[in-house]
């Protein structure tokens, strides 16, 4: 039984489902008094050990408590940067299959390093089918990101390839695949679809003119506009801040989030939460201001080439003056870097 606990820990269904808080063990509290300031040392290191061991809440279950989640996207593929950002402290890290160079191989270790650190990871698709959602399902993800929804139509089917049948067609490996921990999982089958945030993307002018329907499609918990594939369908791909662009999306903002206020009055109804990508015309910050439940603010890549030229640029533009060396060692020595 727990080697079964341990396996399936590593597995981000696990981390996230609903499993009772570790308790701190009896035997502390049999420290003797006098040793109070150990004793509560003890207590301490035990209770951050709970605390590391106790289930990550689940991307849907904070967006239902009213949590606005911050990402990055993961474009590069590599786990070190995957568990950087987790460590980081940001609340989701999106693997991106559809413009990253990696496929299902490279994903899976970036997931294993994003699970390690106890941080949620959604893999983008490259296309909408039930083959690459069967094989990213397969591996154990918080949820997945479909490219391209334009219509209804199309959003159920993409959540039907997110589920088994009846309900949808994914293809069944459960007793063998990393989602069940490999099979020592027995509750996954009951609480998998439930658990998997499935979040579709509208990225066209024809999406958009779709989108509350979309958003009240069953099983779409979260819409994700695009602005630069929006802005490119409109005929303004080298002007994704262009007037048009902004009103088409302030629009769609408006439907998606009228629809979640209305929720309340009809809760049978589905209401899709409101995601998106942050823009140099239009930074995170401001999504977050307008409301967006989930704001994806930056992207691996991007991140690194800033700093990059950044560091390289204040190399090239250092200037000293012959003789300005001197003295530099003593200035090292104050500034406490050297040990002596």
Same mark, same amino acid.
Request: charged share 25%.
């Given at each position: 039984?727990?080697?079964?606990? $341990? @396996? +399936?820990?590593? /597995? %981000? #269904?696990?981390?996230?489902? &609903?499993?009772?808080?570790?308790?701190?063990?009896?035997?502390?509290?049999?420290?003797?008094?006098?040793?109070?300031?150990?004793?509560?040392?003890?207590?301490?290191?035990?209770?951050?050990?709970?605390?590391?061991?106790?289930?990550?809440p689940s991307l849907k279950s904070r967006l239902a408590a009213?949590?606005?989640?911050?990402?990055?996207?993961?474009?590069?593929?590599?786990?070190?940067?995957?568990?950087?950002?987790?460590?980081?402290?940001?609340?989701?890290?999106?693997?991106?299959?559809?413009?990253?160079?990696?496929?299902?191989?490279?994903?899976?270790?970036?997931?294993?390093?994003?699970?390690?650190?106890?941080?949620?990871?959604?893999?983008?698709?490259?296309?909408?089918?039930?083959?690459?959602?069967?094989?990213?399902?397969?591996?154990?993800?918080?949820?997945?990101?479909?490219?391209?929804?334009?219509?209804?139509? $199309? @959003? +159920?089917?993409? /959540? %039907? #390839?997110?589920?088994?049948? &009846?309900r949808g067609v994914r293809g069944a490996a459960y007793p063998?695949?990393?989602?069940?921990?490999?099979?020592?999982?027995?509750?996954?089958?009951?609480?998998?679809?439930?658990?998997?945030?499935?979040?579709?993307?509208?990225?066209?002018?024809?999406?958009?003119?779709?989108?509350?329907?979309?958003?009240?499609?069953?099983?779409?918990?979260?819409?994700?506009?695009?602005?630069?594939?929006?802005?490119?369908?409109?005929?303004?791909?080298?002007?994704?801040?262009?007037?048009?662009?902004?009103?088409?999306?302030?629009?769609?903002?408006?439907?998606?989030?009228?629809?979640?206020?209305?929720?309340?009055?009809?809760?049978?109804?589905?209401?899709?939460?409101?995601?998106?990508?942050?823009?140099?015309?239009?930074?995170?910050?401001?999504?977050?201001?307008?409301?967006?439940?989930?704001?994806?603010?930056?992207?691996?890549?991007?991140?690194?080439?800033?700093?990059?030229?950044?560091?390289?640029?204040?190399?090239?533009?250092?200037?000293?003056?012959?003789?300005?060396?001197?003295?530099?060692?003593?200035?090292?020595?104050?500034?406490?870097?050297?040990?002596?």
């Amino acid at each position: 039984m727990a080697a079964s606990i $341990a @396996a +399936a820990a590593s /597995v %981000s #269904h696990l981390l996230l489902g &609903p499993k009772p808080k570790p308790t701190t063990p009896p035997r502390l509290s049999l420290l003797p008094r006098r040793r109070s300031g150990a004793a509560g040392a003890i207590s301490a290191s035990a209770s951050a050990a709970s605390d590391f061991l106790a289930p990550v809440p689940s991307l849907k279950s904070r967006l239902a408590a009213g949590d606005t989640l911050y990402g990055l996207f993961l474009l590069s593929f590599s786990p070190t940067l995957a568990e950087i950002a987790a460590l980081a402290g940001y609340d989701y890290v999106v693997v991106d299959m559809e413009h990253g160079p990696g496929g299902i191989t490279e994903a899976l270790a970036c997931l294993r390093a994003l699970d390690a650190a106890r941080t949620p990871a959604v893999l983008r698709l490259p296309e909408a089918c039930p083959v690459w959602a069967k094989k990213a399902l397969d591996l154990g993800p918080a949820g997945l990101m479909l490219p391209a929804v334009e219509s209804p139509a $199309a @959003a +159920a089917e993409a /959540v %039907s #390839h997110c589920r088994y049948p &009846p309900r949808g067609v994914r293809g069944a490996a459960y007793p063998i695949v990393r989602a069940s921990a490999y099979g020592l999982d027995d509750s996954y089958l009951s609480r998998c679809e439930d658990d998997t945030l499935i979040i579709c993307q509208v990225e066209t002018a024809a999406g958009v003119a779709e989108i509350d329907a979309i958003a009240a499609v069953e099983g779409v918990d979260v819409v994700q506009m695009g602005p630069l594939d929006l802005s490119a369908s409109m005929g303004y791909l080298w002007d994704p801040g262009n007037r048009k662009v902004r009103a088409a999306l302030r629009e769609a903002e408006r439907k998606v989030l009228e629809a979640r206020k209305k929720k309340d009055a009809a809760p049978e109804t589905n209401a899709a939460y409101l995601g998106g990508f942050a823009m140099p015309n239009d930074p995170a910050e401001q999504l977050k201001h307008r409301g967006y439940h989930m704001v994806a603010g930056a992207v691996d890549i991007g991140l690194f080439r800033k700093a990059a030229l950044e560091n390289v640029k204040r190399f090239k533009e250092a200037s000293m003056e012959i003789g300005e060396a001197e003295g530099e060692e003593e200035d090292e020595k104050e500034d406490g870097y050297w040990s002596e």
